[in-house]
């Protein structure tokens, strides 16, 4: 089965999220807070876009840890996201609904990724943060994550249609990320050089 053959909300309207299930236990509960993105997902319009905003919000804390526990981090956020998301879905009755946002959070922490090794997560990272470089260069990051996952250029759209299930809400987030984060790469070496 392929994701076009399941019903997916249409994004371009205002959208409720799904309940959770009456008499969900505890476990279900906290996958489906998680997949909403601790409720990032929830608004009605644009939640692939909030849910973005709230896991560039976790992340920034993040990235000071170091380039080593924001990459540990984020592979483990994109392996958990499978089942995640997977589980959020089951819950929703549904799948790849909008309001679920760990995809998200997992694709602009891709993205994040060479700027936390590039230097502004050292010692001085809170200072560093604030500079208007590292600030244009988050917000690039950003622009650039939203851009493909919106439009969703070959491969993530196949990927998008193609793959179903958890793995398949993720991986077009997941290959947005690496080719957001390739593109940024290469413009900021442009500036910086």
Partial sequence: MTDHDLSKPDIRKANDCPPLPVGANMLDRVVYWLGL??????????????????GLII??????????????LTIL???????I???????MQGHDDPHIVWDEWAGIW?????????GIADNNFWQNV?????IFAIVFAFILFRFFDIVKP????????????????????????????????????????
């Fill in 37 to 54: 993105g601790l409720g990032s997902g929830l608004p009605r319009r644009a939640p692939g876009t909030w849910g973005t905003v709230g």
């Fill in 59 to 72: 992340a920034i804390p993040l990235l000071s840890l170091g380039f080593i526990p924001f990459l540990i």
């Fill in 77 to 83: 956020s994109c392996i958990l996201g499978v089942w």
């Fill in 85 to 91: 998301c997977g589980r959020t879905a089951e819950l």
């Fill in 110 to 118: 891709i993205t994040l990724l060479p700027l936390s090794y590039m």
């Fill in 130 to 134: 604030s500079q208007e470089l590292s």
């Fill in 154 to 193: 070959p491969p993530i759209g196949w990927a998008d249609k193609k793959v179903a299930g958890g793995l398949g809400i993720m991986l077009d987030d997941i290959i947005a990320g690496i080719m957001a984060a390739v593109v940024w790469v290469a413009v900021m070496f442009g500036v910086l050089l």
